[in-house]
C-alpha cells in the first residue's frame, strides 16, 4: 500500500510563493500518475495538477496554468507543486494522491478515480 505525506504549506501573502511536496513510500504501476488536488472551506475537492509516471506530461486546472509547475524526482520518488503568483482564492487543503488507473487510458480529474491520498498540507494566502 502506498502511503504519500505533504509537506510545504504554511501562510503566505497574496503574490508569494510555496512549493508543496508529497514523498511516496512505494509507487503502484497500475497508476496512472500523480496528482495534487485542493479543498477550500466548504467546498468539493477539486483538481490542481498532474504528472503521468510515464512520459512526464503535464495537466494543470484552469485557475493553475501559468501560475503552478508540477514536476517529479523519480530518484526521491517525490512530486512537487510550484505555486507562483499566490492569490487570497488559492486558500485549501492542498492534497496528492495517484491515479487514475491506467487501464482508463484517460487522464480523469475527478477525485473519485485517485487513490493513496495523503493527510493534506494547509496553504493560507493573506491580503
Known amino acids: 500500500q502506498v502511503q504519500l505525506v505533504e509537506s510545504g504549506g504554511g501562510l503566505v501573502q497574496a503574490g508569494g510563493s510555496l512549493r508543496l511536496s508529497c514523498a511516496a513510500s512505494?509507487?503502484?504501476?497500475?497508476?496512472?500518475?500523480m496528482g495534487w488536488f485542493r479543498q477550500a472551506p466548504g467546498k468539493e475537492r477539486m483538481f490542481v495538477a498532474a504528472?503521468?509516471?510515464?512520459?512526464?506530461?503535464?495537466y494543470y486546472a484552469d485557475s493553475a496554468k501559468g501560475r503552478f509547475t508540477i514536476s517529479r524526482d523519480n530518484a526521491k520518488n517525490t512530486v512537487y507543486l510550484q505555486m507562483n503568483s499566490l492569490k487570497l482564492e488559492d486558500t485549501a487543503v492542498y492534497y496528492c494522491?495517484?491515479?487514475?488507473?491506467?487501464?482508463?487510458?484517460?487522464?480523469?480529474?475527478?477525485?473519485?478515480?485517485?487513490?493513496?491520498w495523503g493527510q493534506g498540507t494547509l496553504v493560507t494566502v493573506s491580503s
Open positions: 504528472i503521468r509516471w510515464s512520459g512526464g506530461s503535464t
Open positions: 512505494g509507487r503502484t504501476s497500475s497508476w496512472d500518475a
Open positions: 494522491a495517484q491515479g487514475p488507473p491506467r487501464a482508463l487510458g484517460v487522464l480523469v480529474t475527478t477525485p473519485g478515480w485517485w487513490d493513496a
